[in-house]
């Protein structure tokens, strides 16, 4: 039994240390654009957004951990292709008015930004004075993409 046990210890160990091998995508594109908003809006952004939607990932030790490692690098490819601010200026006014409401709607909602990620980084709690600011600039967005 214990043989057993120690040979299914040594194949877990390698196992665990084998997958450590797997490449991981942690590449940060260069930056196209920043977004036009104030200062005190950038900074919600920066601290609650930017990990996962934009190509300024700051990408924490625990990132190079497999299978961690994988989990945060499909979140930051997928927050990426749902919406990269680093690539705003790819969007049309009216798509960046829809992009806009899409982050008022998933914040009000809680989706944005996700509990779990709030719990590894606590700075990315949006206050309501946050969310008052996002609000505004959703509906800023609202009315440039009517016109």
């Known amino acids: 039994m214990r043989r057993t046990m120690a040979w299914g210890a040594g194949v877990f160990g390698f196992a665990c240390l084998a997958i450590q091998l797997i490449p991981i995508d942690r ?53 990426r292709d749902e919406m990269n601010l680093s690539a705003w200026n790819r969007l049309a006014a009216n798509r960046q008015a829809h992009a806009r409401r899409e982050i008022w709607e998933e914040v009000a909602e809680g989706k944005m930004p996700p509990r779990l990620y709030v719990l590894a980084h606590p700075a990315a709690h949006l206050s309501p004075k946050d969310k008052s600011l996002l609000r505004e600039w959703s509906a800023a967005g609202q009315h440039r993409g009517r016109e």
Do not use: F, K, Q
């Open 27 to 79: 590449r940060n594109p260069p930056v196209e654009t920043e977004v036009t908003v104030a200062p005190e809006l950038r900074a919600v952004l920066r601290r609650a957004c930017y990990d996962c939607h934009s190509n300024e990932t700051v990408w924490p030790w625990y990132s190079r951990i497999a299978p961690i490692s994988w989990l945060i690098a499909h979140d930051v490819h997928e927050g």
